[in-house]
């Protein structure tokens, strides 16, 4: 443990958390917007109204720019594993690396000549099979992140494999348990639908600039009411889904669930945090108060847990030192059965390597009484099992928060929309076009709470982050980290330039 350079760790946790959080802006808008541009050249297939054309060749050129720049950045982010996480992709990349390469078949068998035909395709095919164009752009745009999802599902709780001792890799076993991984699944419907809620904030935000500028209001109406119904629905399947996410991550991950709520002390019939601020000397075992204030909503963490009002949901003091009672074993304990798996591997590869058959048999059934905790025992003390509590608290609430807002926003522009008025809610437009910005913070919470709440594993439980890194020097890092981050600014720069000059063109003046 002594050989490992911590700062190095820590920049390329910087360098990807910076990948990442570039690159999420782009991805939700994808999703939610292919899916809105199939609503609105569908209306116009339907109804046969030119002005439903120019419409959807407004969103669609929009979406296409934003489709340029995420597939950028998603191409930076998979090459970052081999070059800051080559462990890693060494020890997972014969699992992790079979949906990343479905993901690819995918968008380009899928999206790729479906795409060509959806942006150049107008009156060169049907309307008809233009429309089915569209639809195949959206459908393959939600698979191709289906198979990312399922790759970062499995790091959030590995199964479906077996560890290999003579390669220390991670082999699959189950396709299909990978595929259907509880946690991928919450992550595929919950981010998805967030996605859509994203899309329709963003045809809000543009909408109502147009409406406050004077310019194109038919089309801003009509794009309004279209976003509006998109995104309260899309609101309802957010809770669900949330609500959903949330389960899956109580049952699988209950030390990220304890940190989102800054849940120390575990209890029966525990209630949710609605709104708190955290004591920031709070640590593990001492005897402070973990919140300098809060309001809680009394049983109700217990039933988005568990399922039942009087059910026991460990903190983080009972995760990190134990509780007998509940069945709780403490981190020292696995980190000591994780340090007995380490020595029993080595002696099985030195046992292998003089050709010792008994010797490596001896080895190796001692080893997989403790594989399952092999990632603990890298760590130096329990308390290193706990993830930074303050970042994904805020960032969870902020999401919720946010997230509750948004379907009382829709609902007010539907509202609105359908009697007409919308150009009189002077003080509607102005929320309306700060929308966007509020859909990104959401969009990027969610992420937060997802990956620092999930901290110190690479693969949960298995691997820390600071066993998966490259064995490189931290300037290395630190010069590429800089790099990216001027060339990511670029890109978004770029991004917004093109976007705001295709916004101030417009969609033509028959809207």
């Not at 669609?60 to 720019?65: A, H, K, N, S, V």
């Not at 699959?172 to 981010?191: I, L």
């Not at 991550?249 to 989102?260: E, R």
């Not at 010797?359 to 308390?383: C, H, M, T, V, W």
Request: hydrophobic residues 50%; charged residues 15%.
């Amino acid at each position: 443990m002594t050989d490992i350079d911590l700062t190095m760790v820590n920049w390329a946790r910087a360098q990807f958390a910076l990948t990442a959080m570039y690159h999420w802006i782009f991805v939700p808008l994808t999703l939610g917007l292919s899916f809105l541009c199939v609503f609105f050249e569908s209306i116009y297939v339907r109804t046969g109204n030119q002005e439903w054309k120019t419409i959807t060749k407004f969103w669609m050129t929009l979406f296409g720019i934003n489709f340029a720049i995420g597939v950028a950045t998603g191409i930076i982010l998979e090459f970052e594993f081999g070059t800051n996480w080559s462990n890693y992709s060494w020890i997972a990349g014969a699992i992790f690396g079979a949906p990343l390469a479905i993901e690819g078949l995918f968008a380009f068998f899928l999206e790729a000549p479906f795409f060509a035909v959806m942006f150049f395709g107008w009156n060169r095919v049907s309307k008809k099979f233009h429309l089915f164009s569209t639809w195949m752009v959206a459908v393959g745009s939600n698979l191709s992140a289906v198979w990312i999802l399922v790759a970062n599902g499995w790091m959030q709780n590995p199964v479906g494999m077996l560890f290999n001792p003579e390669t220390a890799r991670f082999e699959m076993q189950s396709f299909f348990e990978v595929v259907f991984n509880p946690v991928a699944v919450s992550k595929f419907v919950h981010t998805s639908s967030s996605g859509f809620l994203f899309a329709s904030l963003f045809v809000l935000t543009i909408s109502c600039w147009y409406i406050i500028a004077g310019r194109h209001i038919q089309m801003a109406k009509k794009s309004i009411i279209v976003a509006s119904v998109f995104g309260l629905l899309s609101s309802g399947y957010v809770a669900f889904t949330g609500d959903e996410s949330a389960y899956v991550v109580a049952q699988k991950q209950p030390m990220k669930l304890a940190a989102i709520e800054g849940l120390y002390k575990g209890e029966r019939s525990a209630g949710i945090v609605a709104a708190g601020i955290l004591n920031p000397n709070k640590q593990p075992g001492d005897n402070q108060d973990p919140f300098l204030i809060k309001f809680e909503i009394p049983y109700a963490l217990s039933l988005l847990a568990n399922r039942s009002l009087d059910s026991f949901v460990p903190g983080i003091d009972d995760l990190v030192y134990g509780n007998k009672e509940e069945g709780i074993e403490s981190i020292e304990s696995k980190i000591v059965k994780g340090k007995k798996a380490i020595n029993d591997l080595a002696l099985f590869k030195l046992a292998r390597k003089e050709n010792s058959k008994e010797k490596a048999e001896i080895s190796l059934a001692r080893f997989r009484e403790n594989q399952d905790y092999l990632g603990y025992g890298y760590l130096d003390k329990p308390e290193e099992a706990v993830p930074p509590v303050a970042i994904p608290y805020y960032a969870f609430h902020i999401m919720v928060a946010l997230g509750s807002f948004f379907p009382i926003l829709f609902a007010a522009f539907l509202f609105y929309g359908i009697k007409g008025s919308l150009t009189q809610k002077t003080w509607l437009l102005p929320i309306g076009l700060l929308s966007g910005f509020l859909g990104l913070i959401a969009q990027e919470s969610g992420w937060v709470v997802a990956e620092v709440g999930r901290q110190p594993w690479a693969i949960y439980g298995l691997l820390p982050v600071k066993i998966a890194t490259t064995n490189i020097a931290a300037v290395d890092v630190q010069v590429t980290f800089f790099m990216f981050l001027g060339l990511f600014t670029l890109l978004l720069v770029a991004e917004i330039k093109i976007m705001l000059k295709q916004i101030s063109t417009g969609p033509g003046e028959g809207c």
